[in-house]
């Protein structure tokens, strides 16, 4: 008989359930639903940044989306269904109790937003990421050394920091926190309290400032100055953290029957969407992978003895060791992190607060569909003298700064909504060719660039403008939902199908749809255009 695995895929307004047939690959089924309570608007407020997410909507998605997607599957599929993987975005956090239970669903917190999941685009830690930035370059150890140097709001830390801080009410109970990521292994192998959840490199590796040279989690004392509300949480956290080859446990009596499947499931450590859908898209290394959506995030995986910067130390050596690594780091990024991607390859993360987001608010204010803008928009010369920047909700790299704001320039009275949208696409490419330069500034070889998610399936406008601007061919990966599709990769190798995911990776692989090939007079056009960009990107972060 074939074995199953399953990848469940967390986004940012619903999650998806995929099954998938582990030797070849195929897609038996899959099914997507939508967090009801955050499609209603709830425990949100955009003009705050304050995004929210209640558990409820991830529990109550991961049991519709499975059970659906078996429903479509062949008879037999479930008893045959071997490994289950997540991947969620992040970093999204909740507080939790000593029981592990993430505040929420305590009655007395039921609509209480601060003891929510905070979603990864809530940006109402500003102030808090501040502190930390400040704090790490005093500290004899820069904390923030291998998350790019600069923490951003969009962190655990700043979160956890900032609704404490806010909301006298949670913290009699908040007694640690868990990334979403975790939590969802956690829950169907019922291992939630807070000693026993399994956590991952990964998240901790990319936004708790976790890493090896420090023993872990930065000290209670660099904690405590941060905010003396986080006063014994390190104590309730972690020191390992675990590669996503990993497995957590078997899936528990209680899910086992909630979903349809055996206790012989094995569920393995999870990972954050963007990390996951590079290994889907068959990321290795030189290449360079965008998870295009609603924001975007790039992934890189690199060789460890050419960037680990030594081996481990005792604690005498840490100071000095981590400012010589420094010179080896690249500095603003969203950090480099020992198999936080493929295990024994440094993952390299990246990426924008705002891509599909910027689209969405112009078509919104204009009262005109993207589709109606998209037709009129690639009819357009290129503009010369509309130049927008793309950082309408922050920016995430490089050089983290979520105070900044978006701006157009050259408008008069003869600009239409066509070509302000046309300016608003060439600014997310330009965003994504000052990610791309400031790999290559650093020594990071780039030789293929993958496209996935839904705007590179969906809109040749925006793939062939970005890679007329980045002057590189783009192939987009085949897969809707190449994100799932990692997710069911690391499943496979935890269920023993696999020794390694790159042997999963060259078996499950669904290859790439369609090339994007650069226009040689649109990019030399663009690289005129990308040095106005750049002037205006700092007189804007200046002003």
Same mark, same amino acid.
């Given at each position: 008989?074939?074995?199953?695995?399953?990848?469940?895929?967390?986004?940012?307004?619903?999650?998806?359930?995929?099954?998938?047939? /582990? =030797?070849?690959?195929?897609?038996?089924?899959?099914?997507?639903?939508?967090? %009801?309570?955050?499609?209603?608007?709830?425990?949100?407020?955009?003009?705050?940044?304050?995004?929210? %997410?209640?558990?409820?909507?991830?529990? =109550?998605?991961?049991?519709?989306?499975?059970? =659906?997607?078996?429903?479509?599957?062949? &008879?037999?599929?479930?008893?045959?269904?071997?490994?289950?993987?997540?991947?969620?975005?992040?970093?999204?956090?909740?507080?939790?109790?000593?029981?592990?239970?993430?505040?929420?669903?305590?009655?007395?917190?039921?609509?209480?937003?601060?003891?929510?999941?905070?979603?990864?685009?809530?940006?109402?830690?500003?102030?808090?990421?501040?502190?930390?930035?400040?704090?790490?370059?005093?500290?004899?150890?820069?904390?923030? /050394?291998?998350?790019?140097?600069?923490?951003?709001?969009?962190?655990?830390?700043?979160?956890? !920091?900032?609704?404490?801080?806010?909301?006298? !009410?949670?913290?009699?109970?908040?007694?640690?926190?868990?990334?979403?990521?975790?939590?969802? @292994?956690?829950?169907?192998?019922?291992?939630?309290?807070? #000693?026993?959840?399994?956590?991952?490199?990964?998240?901790?590796?990319?936004?708790?400032?976790?890493?090896?040279?420090?023993?872990?989690?930065?000290?209670? &004392?660099?904690?405590?100055?941060?905010?003396?509300?986080? $006063?014994?949480?390190?104590?309730?956290?972690?020191? $390992?953290?675990?590669?996503?080859?990993?497995?957590?446990?078997?899936?528990?009596?209680?899910?086992?029957?909630?979903?349809?499947?055996?206790?012989?499931?094995?569920?393995?450590?999870?990972?954050?969407?963007?990390?996951?859908?590079?290994?889907?898209?068959? *990321?290795?290394?030189?290449?360079?992978?965008?998870?295009?959506?609603?924001?975007?995030?790039?992934?890189?995986?690199?060789?460890?003895?050419?960037?680990?910067?030594?081996? @481990?130390?005792?604690?005498?050596?840490?100071?000095? %060791?981590?400012?010589?690594?420094?010179?080896?780091?690249?500095?603003?990024?969203?950090?480099?992190?020992?198999?936080?991607?493929?295990?024994?390859?440094?993952?390299?993360?990246?990426?924008?607060?705002?891509?599909?987001?910027?689209?969405?608010?112009?078509?919104?204010?204009?009262?005109?569909? *993207?589709?109606?803008? +998209? =037709?009129?928009?690639?009819?357009?010369?290129?503009?010369?003298?509309?130049?927008?920047?793309?950082?309408?909700?922050?920016?995430? +790299?490089?050089?983290?700064?979520?105070?900044?704001?978006?701006?157009? #320039?050259?408008?008069?009275?003869?600009?239409?909504?066509?070509?302000?949208?046309?300016?608003?696409?060439?600014?997310?490419?330009?965003?994504?060719?000052?990610?791309?330069?400031?790999?290559?500034?650093?020594?990071?070889?780039?030789?293929?660039?993958?496209?996935?998610?839904? *705007?590179?399936?969906?809109?040749?406008?925006?793939?062939?403008?970005?890679?007329?601007?980045?002057?590189?061919?783009?192939?987009?990966?085949?897969? &809707?939902?190449?994100?799932?599709?990692?997710?069911?990769?690391?499943?496979?190798?935890?269920?023993?199908?696999?020794?390694?995911?790159?042997?999963?990776?060259? /078996?499950?692989?669904?290859?790439?749809?369609?090339?994007?090939?650069?226009?040689?007079?649109?990019?030399?056009?663009?690289?005129?255009?990308?040095?106005?960009? %750049?002037?205006?990107?700092?007189?804007?972060?200046?002003?």
């Amino acid at each position: 008989m074939s074995k199953y695995v399953i990848g469940l895929d967390y986004g940012t307004d619903s999650a998806r359930a995929v099954i998938i047939e /582990a =030797e070849t690959g195929k897609e038996v089924a899959s099914s997507v639903k939508y967090y %009801q309570r955050w499609k209603d608007g709830k425990y949100c407020v955009p003009a705050k940044n304050q995004y929210r %997410q209640h558990p409820l909507d991830y529990v =109550e998605s991961l049991e519709a989306s499975v059970k =659906e997607a078996l429903s479509k599957a062949p &008879e037999g599929t479930a008893a045959n269904v071997v490994g289950i993987a997540f991947d969620t975005t992040g970093s999204t956090p909740v507080l939790i109790d000593k029981d592990g239970s993430p505040l929420a669903l305590l009655p007395e917190y039921a609509e209480n937003p601060n003891a929510m999941f905070v979603l990864w685009k809530d940006h109402t830690a500003i102030a808090e990421a501040a502190k930390i930035n400040e704090l790490a370059k005093k500290s004899a150890i820069d904390y923030t /050394a291998y998350e790019g140097g600069i923490y951003s709001s969009e962190w655990v830390w700043a979160k956890m !920091s900032h609704v404490l801080s806010v909301d006298e !009410s949670i913290r009699k109970d908040a007694y640690s926190w868990v990334e979403h990521c975790d939590w969802l @292994p956690a829950l169907i192998t019922g291992k939630t309290k807070p #000693t026993e959840i399994v956590r991952s490199r990964c998240a901790a590796g990319h936004k708790a400032l976790w890493h090896e040279k420090w023993n872990g989690l930065p000290p209670e &004392e660099f904690l405590t100055a941060i905010n003396p509300l986080l $006063k014994g949480f390190r104590e309730h956290l972690f020191e $390992k953290t675990y590669t996503s080859d990993t497995k957590v446990g078997n899936l528990s009596p209680e899910w086992a029957k909630r979903l349809g499947l055996t206790t012989n499931v094995v569920v393995g450590v999870g990972a954050f969407d963007c990390h996951f859908g590079a290994v889907g898209a068959e *990321i290795k290394p030189k290449t360079f992978v965008r998870v295009i959506g609603t924001s975007t995030c790039d992934i890189m995986v690199v060789d460890c003895h050419s960037r680990a910067g030594g081996n @481990p130390l005792n604690k005498e050596g840490i100071a000095e %060791q981590v400012r010589n690594d420094t010179l080896k780091l690249i500095p603003g990024i969203c950090g480099q992190v020992d198999g936080s991607v493929i295990p024994g390859l440094i993952g390299l993360e990246a990426g924008q607060s705002g891509f599909g987001d910027v689209y969405a608010w112009f078509s919104k204010f204009v009262n005109k569909s *993207i589709p109606e803008l +998209t =037709e009129e928009a690639e009819k357009l010369p290129i503009l010369e003298t509309l130049i927008a920047t793309d950082w309408l909700n922050g920016r995430r +790299t490089p050089d983290a700064n979520q105070l900044v704001k978006g701006t157009i #320039t050259g408008l008069t009275l003869g600009s239409t909504p066509a070509m302000v949208f046309r300016a608003l696409v060439e600014a997310t490419a330009f965003g994504s060719k000052a990610i791309v330069d400031r790999f290559l500034e650093n020594g990071i070889e780039i030789d293929s660039v993958i496209g996935i998610g839904g *705007i590179s399936l969906k809109s040749p406008f925006v793939m062939q403008t970005l890679a007329d601007v980045l002057g590189m061919p783009i192939k987009v990966a085949k897969s &809707e939902q190449a994100c799932a599709f990692g997710a069911a990769m690391f499943a496979a190798v935890v269920a023993g199908v696999y020794e390694k995911v790159e042997d999963a990776q060259k /078996a499950m692989g669904q290859g790439f749809a369609f090339e994007y090939i650069p226009n040689k007079e649109n990019h030399q056009l663009y690289l005129n255009l990308y040095k106005k960009y %750049q002037v205006i990107g700092k007189f804007t972060e200046n002003l």
